[in-house]
């Protein structure tokens, strides 16, 4: 994420995997935060034991200079435990796999770490909402495996469905996706990325979401009463796929929206491409139409979607066996009141 004065970028780094060593020896996921003005780059937790008690991802400014982040060290449910005379440890997601990811807030110099969210799964992808809420992607297991977007307030007060638990037949064709990475606009509307679980490599469509007056995708709220809906958009005209195989649409693996006044959008995005008796192919109605087609791999790189004139156009060009992905714009934008 970037700072509000667009000075600084805030991100989620892990050292090298050290060869031969369990799971529970590895380098964890830490944050760092880079200042373009005085070109420093720094962990933002100091202490080495303290950063190491957990994997901490997806940090995003909050308005009054703290941090919000997703991370497995599950500070207060921890904290609980010691209360109740019990050894600490990390909960397990519900699928015993992996340990659970929660949203935690810190100050700017890594202290006052404190847990906001409580799921038995994950919660992921927190960002700050035009009224100063946090929005983010919840994935629940308790009817059915989904993912919808919540809000809940800094310090964990008014938690609550945001949208999508009953939307997620809203890919291309009616398929099943599930709701990610959501980020405000300067209208007010949350975009985020749509895509399934798996199959589509790594790569979505990308939807505006009026959350301000619905909670699904034809349910408004009261605020809302008598709109009909949808309340959900495609922000492209791309003929982008939600289902595995090729894409003529190509796939977006991030969307991040200018607060310039231009509605513009820079995009991580991969073009469609096929593989046709060993070679890679552009996908042409002829090579799609083709039973031996078979997606090649993606190729993403950093766009920019104009809405104005319906164009994309490459801000850096692809290179073969790279990917770019997270893209942001190192850009001044308002900030949300602080609640």
């Given at each position: 994420?970037?700072?509000?004065?667009?000075?600084?970028?805030?991100?989620?780094?892990?050292?090298?995997?050290?060869?031969?060593?369990?799971?529970?020896?590895?380098?964890?996921?830490?944050?760092?935060?880079?200042?373009?003005?005085?070109?420093?780059?720094?962990r933002v937790i100091a202490s080495d034991l303290v950063?190491?008690?957990?994997?901490?991802?997806?940090?995003?400014?909050?308005?009054?200079?703290?941090?919000?982040?997703?991370?497995?060290?599950?500070?207060?449910?921890?904290?609980?435990?010691?209360?109740?005379?019990?050894?600490?440890?990390?909960?397990?997601?519900?699928?015993?796999?992996?340990?659970?990811?929660?949203?935690?807030?810190?100050?700017?110099?890594?202290?006052?770490?404190?847990?906001?969210?409580?799921?038995?799964?994950?919660?992921?992808?927190?960002?700050?909402?035009?009224?100063?809420?946090?929005?983010?992607?919840?994935?629940?297991?308790?009817?059915?495996?989904?993912?919808?977007?919540?809000?809940?307030?800094?310090?964990?007060?008014?938690?609550?469905?945001?949208?999508?638990?009953?939307?997620?037949?809203?890919?291309?064709?009616?398929?099943?996706?599930?709701?990610?990475?959501?980020?405000?606009?300067?209208?007010?509307?949350?975009?985020?990325?749509?895509?399934?679980?798996?199959?589509?490599?790594?790569?979505?469509?990308?939807?505006?979401?009026?959350?301000?007056?619905?909670?699904?995708?034809?349910?408004?709220?009261?605020?809302?009463?008598?709109?009909?809906?949808?309340?959900?958009?495609?922000?492209?005209?791309?003929?982008?796929?939600?289902?595995?195989?090729?894409?003529?649409?190509?796939?977006?693996?991030?969307?991040?929206?200018?607060?310039?006044?231009?509605?513009?959008?820079?995009?991580?995005?991969?073009?469609?491409?096929?593989?046709?008796?060993?070679?890679?192919?552009?996908?042409?109605?002829?090579?799609?139409?083709?039973p031996a087609a078979r997606p090649a791999p993606p190729l993403y790189s950093v766009y920019?979607?104009?809405?104005?004139?319906?164009?994309?156009?490459?801000?850096?060009?692809?290179?073969?066996?790279?990917?770019?992905?997270?893209?942001?714009?190192?850009?001044?934008?308002?900030?949300?009141?602080?609640?």
């Open positions: 994420d970037v700072s509000y004065d667009g000075n600084r970028l805030v991100f989620a780094m892990r050292p090298p995997l050290i060869r031969g060593a369990e799971e529970s020896e590895q380098p964890t996921w830490n944050i760092w935060e880079y200042d373009r003005s005085s070109d420093t780059l720094r950063a190491e008690e957990g994997h901490d991802v997806a940090p995003h400014y909050l308005p009054d200079g703290r941090i919000v982040f997703s991370s497995t060290r599950q500070r207060q449910s921890k904290a609980t435990l010691i209360d109740e005379g019990k050894p600490q440890f990390p909960a397990l997601d519900e699928d015993r796999r992996e340990w659970a990811f929660v949203l935690h807030v810190m100050n700017a110099d890594g202290t006052g770490i404190r847990q906001i969210s409580f799921n038995q799964s994950h919660d992921l992808d927190p960002a700050v909402m035009n009224d100063g809420r946090i929005v983010f992607s919840r994935w629940e297991n308790a009817s059915g495996s989904s993912i919808h977007l919540y809000s809940v307030r800094p310090d964990g007060a008014g938690l609550e469905l945001l949208y999508g638990a009953n939307s997620h037949a809203t890919g291309s064709g009616g398929s099943i996706v599930q709701f990610l990475q959501p980020r405000p606009r300067p209208d007010g509307r949350i975009l985020a990325l749509v895509r399934p679980f798996a199959g589509t490599e790594q790569g979505g469509d990308g939807v505006l979401i009026d959350t301000a007056s619905f909670v699904e995708i034809r349910q408004p709220l009261l605020a809302g009463a008598g709109m009909t809906g949808p309340a959900q958009v495609k922000i492209t005209g791309n003929d982008v796929r939600t289902v595995p195989g090729p894409s003529p649409g190509g796939r977006y693996a991030s969307m991040f929206p200018l607060w310039d006044g231009t509605d513009r959008v820079l995009t991580g995005w991969s073009l469609c491409r096929v593989l046709l008796d060993g070679r890679t192919l552009p996908c042409t109605a002829e090579n799609l139409a083709n920019m979607w104009d809405p104005r004139d319906g164009t994309q156009r490459p801000v850096l060009q692809p290179v073969e066996g790279t990917m770019f992905t997270d893209v942001v714009a190192l850009q001044p934008r308002q900030a949300p009141p602080v609640i």
